[in-house]
Nanobody, 128 residues
């Protein structure tokens, strides 16, 4: 069973940057579609971005497009989220998620139940 552990969260001023990482255990990482979700206080968890098994395809929520970049390193069993131009509205707990399904543009990759494995989350706080 793959386990996911996020790191890299913290407090940053608006306009700043953070880089989140998600380390996966197990030997099947390169067979997993990976994604990041976030949950702000008092709100439902929402999709942020997803990346295909090879890293060749990526999808982003409109709210982060052009500011956030997802990447993966299959040799290191890790996925990263580079977050630039952060806004107070980006404040949330960020979760790493994995799906055993292949990622296509028609896939319901924005749905939580499409993912099989979740990390514990890492807090990101953006001050104004």
């Amino acid at each position: 069973q793959v386990q996911l552990v996020e790191s890299g969260g913290g407090l940053v001023q608006a306009g700043g940057s953070l880089r989140l990482s998600c380390a996966a255990s197990g030997r099947t990482f390169n067979s997993l579609t990976m994604a990041w979700f976030r949950q702000a206080p008092g709100k439902e968890r929402e999709f942020v971005t997803a990346i295909s098994r090879t890293g060749g395809s990526t999808y982003y929520a409109d709210s982060v497009k052009g500011r956030f970049t997802i990447s993966r390193d299959n040799s290191e069993n890790s996925v990263h989220l580079q977050m630039n131009s952060l806004k107070p509205d980006d404040t949330a707990v960020y979760y790493c998620a994995a799906s055993s399904r292949s990622l296509y543009s028609s896939s319901p990759y924005q749905a939580e139940n499409w993912y099989d494995i979740w990390g514990q989350g890492t807090q990101v706080t953006v001050s104004s």
